[in-house]
């Protein structure tokens, strides 16, 4: 069976909050424009996987940290992965861009699964 997740609420900015910087702080800190941080805070746009562990270092917090992750039932009983998360999407790549760490993450805990089988 898989279990899935989507990304749901973004919380740099409550992160942010916590530890008193600015977006413009952050974004000095990991080398990107505010304008960056902005869209991913409001899921305009979802960090690659290095860029989130930056900004997860950045704000003194794990990776999965920088959202609320939400649970999603898998198709066929759980049996495979929902469409959007098999690699081989056709989507172009700004499209799919959002769904690669959602991808990662499921892969990641497909090979748990599969080592502590």
């Given amino acids: ?3 899935t997740f989507k ?3 973004c919380r740099i900015p409550e992160l942010c909050k916590d530890i008193g910087i600015e977006h413009a702080q952050l974004a000095a800190k990991v080398g990107l424009d505010k ?3 902005s869209d991913y805070a409001s899921l305009r746009n979802i960090p690659n996987i290095e860029l989130a562990y930056n900004i997860a270092r950045a704000l003194g917090c794990r990776l999965e940290d920088l959202y609320e992750w939400v649970e999603v ?3 066929n009983g759980g049996l495979e992965p929902p469409a959007d998360l098999k690699f081989g999407n056709s989507r172009t790549d700004s499209q799919y861009r ?3 760490l959602r991808t990662i993450i499921h892969v990641s805990q497909r090979f748990c ?3 502590y089988k």
């Fill in 1 to 3: 069976m898989f279990i």
């Fill in 7 to 9: 990304v749901g609420k």
């Fill in 35 to 37: 304008s960056r941080i």
């Fill in 73 to 75: 039932s898998g198709e």
């Fill in 98 to 100: 959002p769904n690669a």
């Fill in 113 to 115: 699964t599969a080592l």
